[in-house]
């Protein structure tokens, strides 16, 4: 199916950033599952999207079962989301960003771990993979983003279980522009590690894009340890009743909180919900707004160039476009 896009258009004043708008034109793949019986909407659920397929599939999945009043194990899904989240991290830091920053670009490296990481299907197979991944990670090149945001007006979204979740109330509406007590949040690997030093660091120097950056690679560190510590992978999904019929399922993926709600009565959806990263990281009042209006851009193609990092850091799973126009 269409998976949309985003649309970021930018107002350059000739030295100045002065507006930034973002246009999300994403399908309620929801929708589709909607009226289906159980099993064929969990079924049918990985393949509506082209990336995190095995994600979308596993918060099908769990709140599927939730919904049911089931227990779903998730070790196994622990481990093929979490080998998953890997694959999508590596794409960004191996074939996104080199070139973007003039750097020659890692398609053999990112070629070779996407094979081991796709045929890593025992946990045997996946703790070999492990091992190499953690031995080579610290010769991935140290990208240099230097910018500085001038706000920071997306606060990091805090870690919730899936219960508080079914608690908050997920509607249709919030799945479009969700928020947190009432404000924009982000999501995604800068999230996850904003306590660690070397993360806290660039933030505390308002370097928000290299704090991505650098939160990228800690996730894809964690993630590795992760397959060979499982215990360490407990919290990044889980599911939760959310009313008479209804479940919710909580997944974590590379780019920040999947949400599935699903509503079953009689064996089939009644009403189905989805909550995706991208919703929550482009919201039209969120990071990307809030931290590009006010940078200086001598020119269109630095505006360009700084509205292109720092939609790649917030990584939407649509594909963009950058327009800048004279303000």
């Known amino acids: 199916m269409d998976q ?6 930018v107002g350059w004043a000739g030295e100045q950033i002065v507006s930034a708008r973002v ?16 099993a064929e909407a969990v079924a049918l659920a990985p393949k509506l999207f082209s990336l995190c397929g095995c994600a979308q599939g596993a918060a099908a999945r769990l709140a599927a079962a939730a919904a049911q009043g089931e227990r779903l194990a998730v070790d196994s899904l622990c481990r093929e989301v979490a080998q998953e989240a890997i694959g999508e991290h590596l794409w960004r830091l191996l074939l996104d960003w080199p070139p973007l920053l003039g750097l020659a670009s890692g398609k053999d490296e990112f070629l070779h771990w996407r094979k081991r990481l796709l045929s890593a299907k025992t946990q045997q197979d996946s703790e070999a993979v492990a091992h190499d991944l953690i031995r080579w990670l610290p010769s991935l090149d140290d990208f240099s983003v230097s910018e500085r945001a001038v706000l920071a007006p997306a606060q990091l979204l805090p870690w919730r279980d ?9 509607t249709s509406a919030f799945a479009v522009a969700p928020v947190l007590a009432g404000s924009p949040a982000e999501t995604g690997a800068l999230a996850r590690r904003s306590a660690l030093p070397a993360v806290a660091a660039l933030l505390a120097d308002g370097r928000r894009v290299a704090a991505r950056l ?3 690679r800690a996730d894809v560190e964690f993630l590795a340890q992760g397959l060979l510590e499982p215990s360490l992978l407990a919290g990044w999904l889980d599911s939760a009743p959310a009313g008479e019929g209804v479940g919710l399922a909580r997944v974590e993926t590379a780019r920040g909180l999947l949400l599935h709600l699903m509503q079953v009565k009689d064996g ?4 189905y919900v989805i909550v995706a990263p ?13 931290e590009l209006v006010g940078k200086n851009a001598a020119t269109r193609e630095r ?8 939609a790649l850091a917030l990584d939407p ?11």
């Not at 246009?23 to 159980?38: F, Y």
């Not at 899936?162 to 997920?170: D, R």
């Not at 991208?278 to 809030?290: D, I, K, L, R, S």
């Not at 799973?317 to 303000?327: G, H």
């Open 23 to 38: 246009d999300c034109r994403r399908p309620q793949a929801a929708k589709l599952l909607e009226g289906r019986p159980v």
């Open 317 to 327: 799973c649509v594909n963009y476009e950058v327009r800048v126009e004279d303000a």
């Open 4 to 9: 949309g896009g985003v649309l970021l258009t």
């Open 278 to 290: 991208t919703e929550w990281n482009f919201h039209p009042q969120g990071a990307f707004v809030g």
């Open 214 to 216: 650098a939160a990228r």
């Open 303 to 310: 505006a360009a160039a700084l509205a292109g990092h720092l």
């Open 162 to 170: 899936a219960a508080a979740w079914a608690a908050s109330g997920i």
């Open 268 to 271: 089939r959806v009644e009403a």
